[in-house]
Each structure stands twice: as C-alpha cells, then as structure tokens.
C-alpha cells in the first residue's frame, strides 16, 4: 500500500471528476464542432459590428481548417453534431447522475452499486477514527472537518470499476489525494478497515495540521499514520528490539536520511515502519500527549523540526534517539 500512497504525495492531486474524463473531453470536442459548423454555415451571424464581425472570421478560419473535411463532403454534417453532441451529454450526465451519496458530520461518501451495509459501515468506521485519531494526538480543539471542508470517499463498485474510472495500475488498492481530502478505494479490499482507513486518515489529519508544506523525516510522517493501525502499533516495538539484538537497529539521525520510497527491500521497509511506529507510540505514550502536540504547533508555526525537538526536552535527534533506546531497555 505505501507504494501507491507515497507515489501519490509526491505528485499533484489531479483534479478530480467524478465521471470519465474521457466522456468529458468527447462532449467538450462536439460542442465546439457544433460551433465551427454553426460558424461555417453562416459566419456573420454573430456580427454586430466589424471588430466582432473580423474577430469571428478569423476564429471560423482557423478552426474550419481543422474539421475534418471527409466527414464534411460525405454525411450531413448539422446531424452528425446534434448527434455526438447529444450522445456525449447523455453519458456526461447519466455518469455524473450514478454517483449516491451518504453524509455524516466529518464525511461524504459517494458511491455507485455498492450495498449500503458496506457504505454504512465506512462512514460509521470513518467517525469513529476521526475521533480516536484526533484525540490520540491532541487535536481535538480544531474540529476543520465540518460543512463544505468533509472528507470524501468514493466507493467504485469493484477493482476492475476502480482500476477504468481513477487510471491507477491494476494491482493499486486504493488512492489518496491528501490536500482535496479524498480517499478512492473499492469494497472487496482486504484490511480496508483496520489498516488503509486509519493509515490514510492518520496522514490527512496530521497534514492538514502541521500544514501542507511543513518539512518533517518521513519516518515521522509515516510514524503518525502507522500508529493509527492498532495491529502495528502492538507489534512495533517487539520488531525494533529483535533487530537490536540482531545488530541491525537503525537510529534516528540514519532513519531520517533514509527514502524508504525508493527501497524495494522488504525487510528494511519493515524496520523502518516499525521503528517509526516505536518512536512515535514512545513520544505519545512515554513523553506525552500534550508534548506531541505542542510540538505539532511549533511545525505548524514554522518551527524547523530540530528546533521543536526542545518540546520533548531534546536538545538534537540523537537526544531523541537515546531517550528512546533507554525506554525500550525497560520493556
Ligand atoms: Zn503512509
């Protein structure tokens, strides 16, 4: 999954239409022929004066010489457009009229042929961890989800519906747009619910916080979202101490160098989450809530992440990574 979803925020989200794209531009290229055609038919029927009139000339010249001209000398031409023309604007608005939708405090779920059990259920799971994961880092003062600032899912009806509407490969389990706030996914996935809901969740809530361009190490990032899936979370530290043993415990100052998205190594991936989960559950749990917090409004207010160290009485990232150490001894 953190492929797809690193992949994701490192480019722009695209702007998101809820119908093809496709039907969309097919619709878009008839009606300007049904201009061009209009245009031919008679060119000075928008003339109301010479500057318009040489204006649309010049238009109607340009594009004249772009209409396919086989088409032209063959069919009636007027019909053909008020045919495309009528076809696309059907499938534009019969696709946009497919999407339902259910709301609820903190998030809208669109949705086509998909039982409503399943839609109930995200939007009841969804709540819930809109809670759990602002309470669990602090920010509950700063309820930035209501009204026209809600969340949005879009459930496709099944993989191959996904893969055709939102052009993610094929093995792609779902996709996240984290500035709009949207979460594409479909219902046959697998730890849909308690692993990819709270994860993304966990990055959209702590972005939309510490703010869209705040540079913090990825594995904090990654730290914050993991520990909202309770399962990591339970196994993180066992992993982390078995690697000590091992020799090949990572620390902080190296784990921040690291750019686990270009690392196809299972088992460092593996550690490196672990870690990043450790030492967030240690910040959270150990140091406590209230200091994560007012470390998270130090970034927010411009702090680099050295400098907001101090919040957790640390003088640099070494300092974290002893505390951190010493704390796992007593496990
Ligand atoms: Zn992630």
Known sequence: MWHAEEEQRSSRPKISLPFGAGRFWAATASFVLGVVHRLRRRPHFLSRSKIVTANVLIIYRRLSRITPKIINSKINYRLFVIIVFLSCFYSYVSADEKWRERRSEHFIVYFKDVPEDFINEVKD????????????????????????????????????????????????????????????????????????????????????????????????????????????????????????????????????????????????AELFYAEAISVVSFIILELGEEHFTWFCRALRDGKSFEEALWHFNCRDLSALNKKWVEYLKNK
């Open 125 to 268: 799971e969804a709540e819930k961890y809109y809670r759990s994961i602002t309470q669990n880092l602090g920010f509950t003062r700063y309820d930035f989800w209501l009204w026209d600032k809600r969340a949005k899912f879009y459930i496709y009806n099944d993989s191959a519906d996904y893969v055709k509407e939102t052009n993610q490969p094929a093995w792609s389990a779902g996709v996240v747009h984290y500035q709009e706030k949207i979460i594409k996914t479909y219902p046959q996935m697998a730890g849909f619910f308690d692993s990819v809901m709270p994860h993304e969740l966990g990055h959209i809530i702590f972005r939309e916080f510490i703010g869209e361009k705040t540079k913090v190490p990825l594995w904090f990032e990654e730290g914050v979202a993991s520990y909202q899936e309770r399962s990591r979370r339970l196994g993180a530290d066992s992993i982390v101490i078995k690697a000590q043993a091992e020799k090949r415990f990572i620390p902080l100052e190296q784990l921040s160098e690291m750019d686990i998205r270009n690392n196809q190594d299972k088992t460092s």
